[in-house]
Every structure is written in structure tokens, then in C-alpha cells.
């Protein structure tokens, strides 16, 4: 078969994983998509002339290439809510199919977006958007399809949480923790979307969509941050035999979906009690399979493109 085309807008780190992945793993994909997948087209706004493009064509006109008529997918990673929004519905709206990590335009315009891409025969992939390499998008749509979700559970902020982990395991300050997560990476310049909570509850609000075919309501999550929280706090946690983690919730209620975003008191034995660091996870409770923990790297540039990639042999 032909090979499927590919564009990417964005070349940042997550941008430069999928080129890698791609690269390092090119046949077991070609094998188990059937056909190659090649990059032919990466577009940024800004240029990145010592990252190796395989080939590719580059342009600084991301808008262009989302336009493209000789492109199978565009895959949007330059973030943000309304360029990135802008660059998928123009793809859907021509019929391109569009795999994104971008959980801020699927929580806050995913029932708008699916529409287009059902009006279009084009696929949305958002495998990404969630939990880094934790594939609970596929696991939630697909193998866990035939069960009705009680509720649903997860540490889904991997800044957050390696925070959290910080002023537990070494008894730092907030602010001390956000610094040294800055330094590593883990946080943003700006942090805000990551320590008040508005990041997790994106994610949650896609997750509790999914499991509960409740659409998508961003607007109704309650959200709380971990800007608050002190040692003395995660010390009398310890004390009463509880750690402290930021978790996102959505629960079946008999009227209605609950979901909210919030410090929460984790019994030190709980399974969800041992995941520290960045590290991300969710559990999930249904009828059928009972319960299910899921857990992996909630970030980083090779996690999160080993989800953009599997998304593009979905398509492919």
C-alpha cells in the first residue's frame, strides 16, 4: 500500500519524540499498520534547523499545512487552544484525519470537533491528550467497551504530583518543590494550568465523556489546586496513616455524573498511594471487569509519542 502521508505542526519536544519513534521503530510499525507511515510535512512556527526532519518538507505557516489536500493526517503538538483548534478543524473540515495531544480543545470543543470529523469521514485521534503513555483512551473506547463504569479515579497531573511526592518524601515547602520541578522540566515558566488543577480536570473531563457517554462538560467540574497544601499538612496526613494526592473523580450518580478535580486523603496502603513523581495513573471500577489500574509516564516527549504513534496505526 501507499504510504500514509503524514504532517506534523509543532516541532517541540513531543514533536521531536514521534520523528524518533517513527524512526527507531519504522518497521514493527510498517508491520502492524500495514503500510509506512511517513512524515512528509512538519510545519512550526518557530524553526528548528538542527532537528533532523527525515526528509520532510518545513514551513513556518502551520495554518498551510492543516490545509493541505495531500495529506492522510495532520498531527496538531503545538498546544495551546486557539491556533491548535483552529489548524484541526480545518483538517477535519477537508476531510484529513487529525491526531492531537492537545486535552485543552477536546475537553473544552470535543463534541463540536467529533461532529466535524463525522461529517467528514475523518478520524480524531486523542490518545495523547491523556495520561502521557497510559493508553486509557483505547482502553476505555475498546477493550473495556462492554462494561458500564461505576467510577473512575487517577493521579492525571504528573507536575502536580511530583510536587506532592517532593513534600513528602523530603519535606519541602511548595514553592520549593515548583522550583525544582521547573528545573527538571516537569512544570511550565507558568504553572498555573498544572498546581490550581485546570490541566487534570481537562483530562477528566474527556475521561468521564468516554466512560459515561456524558459529553463533554469542562464547565462543571469542580476544581481545586495543590497551591495550598504545606508539609505540615502532608505530615498529619502521615500521622493518621494517609498520603495526600492530587486526584481527579468521576463517579455514576443516579442524577447525574459527579466529577471534580481536589487534594485527596489516600489510605498509605491504597494501591494509588505508591505512585509518585511524574508518574501518572488511573483506576477504574465497572460492572463487568471489576477493577483496573493503569498506570506509566504521564509526560515526557518519547511517553507521549508512543501515543500519537500508536493513533496513527489506528488510522493507518
Not at 514521534?18 to 518497521?27: G, I, K, M, P, S
Not at 521547573?182 to 490541566?199: I, K, R, S
Request: hydrophobic content about 50%; aromatic content about 4%.
Amino acid at each position: 500500500m501507499e504510504p500514509l502521508r503524514v504532517g506534523i505542526c509543532g516541532l517541540g519536544t513531543v514533536a521531536q519524540g514521534v520523528l524518533d519513534v517513527l524512526r527507531r521503530n519504522a518497521r514493527g510499525i510498517a508491520q502492524r499498520a500495514g503500510r509506512e507511515i511517513a512524515v512528509v510535512a512538519v510545519a512550526s512556527r518557530t524553526p528548528k534547523p538542527e532537528v533532523d526532519l527525515g526528509g520532510a518538507t518545513f514551513s513556518t505557516d502551520v495554518h498551510a499545512l492543516a490545509a493541505r489536500d495531500d495529506l492522510d493526517v495532520v498531527v496538531e503538538l503545538i498546544g495551546g487552544e486557539d491556533t491548535a483548534l483552529s489548524l484541526v478543524e480545518t483538517a477535519l473540515g477537508n476531510g484529513t484525519s487529525v491526531v492531537t495531544g492537545n486535552k485543552a480543545i477536546v475537553a473544552l470543543h470535543g463534541e463540536g470537533l467529533f461532529a466535524l470529523a463525522r461529517a467528514n469521514a475523518a478520524h480524531l485521534g486523542f490518545e495523547a491528550a491523556v495520561a502521557g503513555s497510559i493508553p486509557i483512551i483505547a482502553t476505555l473506547t475498546d477493550a473495556l467497551a462492554g462494561n458500564e463504569h461505576d467510577w473512575l479515579a487517577g493521579i492525571i497531573n504528573g507536575t502536580s504530583n511530583f510536587i506532592l511526592s517532593a513534600m513528602a518524601g523530603e519535606g519541602q515547602a511548595f514553592a520549593d518543590a515548583l522550583a525544582r520541578a521547573q528545573e527538571l522540566g516537569y512544570a511550565e515558566a507558568d504553572p498555573t494550568f498544572d498546581v490550581e488543577g485546570v490541566d487534570a480536570a481537562h483530562k477528566l473531563t474527556i475521561l468521564a465523556a468516554l466512560a459515561f457517554d456524558a459529553g463533554f462538560h469542562f464547565e462543571d467540574v469542580y476544581v481545586e489546586g495543590i497551591t495550598q497544601l504545606t508539609p505540615d499538612d502532608i505530615e498529619y496526613a502521615r500521622q493518621l496513616g494517609y498520603c495526600i494526592k492530587h486526584i481527579g473523580l468521576a463517579r455514576r450518580r443516579p442524577n447525574g455524573i459527579e466529577a471534580r478535580v481536589h487534594p485527596v486523603l489516600i489510605p498509605q496502603e491504597h494501591l494509588l498511594a505508591s505512585i509518585n513523581d511524574a508518574m501518572n495513573a488511573v483506576l477504574v471500577h465497572s460492572n463487568a471487569a471489576g477493577d483496573t489500574l493503569y498506570a506509566g509516564a504521564g509526560a515526557g516527549a518519547l511517553p507521549t509519542a508512543s501515543a500519537v504513534v500508536g493513533d496513527l496505526i489506528n488510522v493507518a
